[in-house]
């Protein structure tokens, strides 16, 4: 079993297959250019797998793929086989714009992928393209009704901004319904590499426009989840993610691996080891240690909480894997 400093079980792994993407989201990395991150940095599957077979062997109970965008990366689906083959009742996730699903929905459940977190912000074209910085939303939503119909479990992520989506929070949250998927709202986190002109609305902001339709009752946190979750009046579920409440420390049970090889242990990218030498040499006993060493240094709260209120954080959501 892995447990940190301040005695939290660690059983979740967070890995970013890559940081690149073929969205360019204002919330995220709007001003990045197209070709930046030098492919033979990546640890390659193989190298990254063999990571993930200390982590499941010392007790990770859940693994998601993220990013950047993950389905750019190519045959993310062998990697996703890899991972269900070696632990076929782990939990395995994915989160994705969903711009490629189309293509890779049947691929990702035959490998043995559970689970799917799509971005959807906006069910409008052009302000889908003009958040994505590209025309995105005809192939989204053919590669959300693809994943459906493999079978795959989707939830749809919304990050809610003030006066881009704020008009069309309860349309979303009746048209995840309408497929049987889960709507979690996100509040957007400000930082530097995110355009600075975008206001997010708050968690009772939220709440108040769903409110001017339905009754809304609490029904709480489900463990280790950093998302609450409330109920309407025809017992259809939805989440918020409420990172300003800053309530998720205590229960937090995740470290993320990078596409670098880096092994983070919170939000911020810079207390982060590096398991790419011990890796490379396949010297499984070496990256065990920085292992160790990660959960030993992983801080009791995120920086972020420690910050002066409406300071604006230094994370790149592309990088550590949204
Ligand atoms: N490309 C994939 C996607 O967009 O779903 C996976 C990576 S993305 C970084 C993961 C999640 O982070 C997405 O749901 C995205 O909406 C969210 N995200 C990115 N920047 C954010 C921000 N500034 N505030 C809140 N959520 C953010
Ligand atoms: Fe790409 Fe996801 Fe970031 Fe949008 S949120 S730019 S889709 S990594």
């Known amino acids: 079993m892995l447990i940190d400093g301040y005695g939290r079980v660690v059983d979740y792994l967070r890995i970013s297959v890559t940081q690149r993407c073929n969205f360019r989201c204002k919330y995220c990395m709007p001003k990045t250019p197209f070709s930046w991150v030098p492919h033979e940095n990546l640890l390659s599957y193989e190298e990254l797998f063999l990571f993930v077979k200390v982590a499941i062997d010392e007790g990770v109970k859940k693994i998601r793929i993220t990013g950047g965008e993950p389905l750019v990366r190519k045959d993310i689906d062998k990697f996703i086989k890899m991972i269900s083959d ?43 393209a003009m958040l994505a910085q590209r025309s995105v939303l005809h192939e989204v939503l053919e590669g959300l ?42 509040e957007y986190m400000e930082n530097t590499h995110a355009n600075d002109e975008l206001v997010g609305l708050r968690a009772s902001e939220i709440l108040d426009i769903i409110s001017k339709k339905y009754t809304i009752k609490e029904v709480g946190k489900a463990p280790n989840s950093p998302s609450t979750s409330y109920e309407i009046d025809d017992g259809y579920k939805f989440g918020i ?20 090889g880096l092994l983070i242990p919170c939000l911020y990218f810079e207390e982060a080891l590096s398991i790419k030498d011990a890796i490379k040499k396949g010297d499984i006993a070496a990256a065990t240690e920085v292992l160790r060493k990660v959960l030993q240094n992983k801080p009791q709260k995120n920086k972020w909480e420690a910050a002066k209120e409406n300071e604006v954080s230094n994370r790149a959501f592309y990088q550590t894997g949204g």
């Open 86 to 128: 070696y632990a076929p009742d782990i939990d395995l996730a994915l989160t994705t714009n969903g711009f490629f699903l189309k293509h890779y929905a049947k691929l990702l459940k035959e490998a043995g992928l559970k689970r799917i977190n799509m971005s959807v912000d906006t069910l409008v074209p052009q302000k889908a």
């Open 145 to 186: 009704e693809e994943a459906l119909k493999a079978g795959l479990k989707v939830k749809i992520n919304t990050v809610a901004l003030k006066g881009i989506n704020d008009d069309e929070l309860v349309y979303l949250l009746e048209f995840a319904k309408e497929r049987n998927c889960e709507i979690r709202y996100i």
């Open 241 to 260: 993610i409420d990172p300003h409440k800053h309530d998720f420390c205590d229960s937090c049970n995740r470290i993320r691996l990078s596409a670098e």
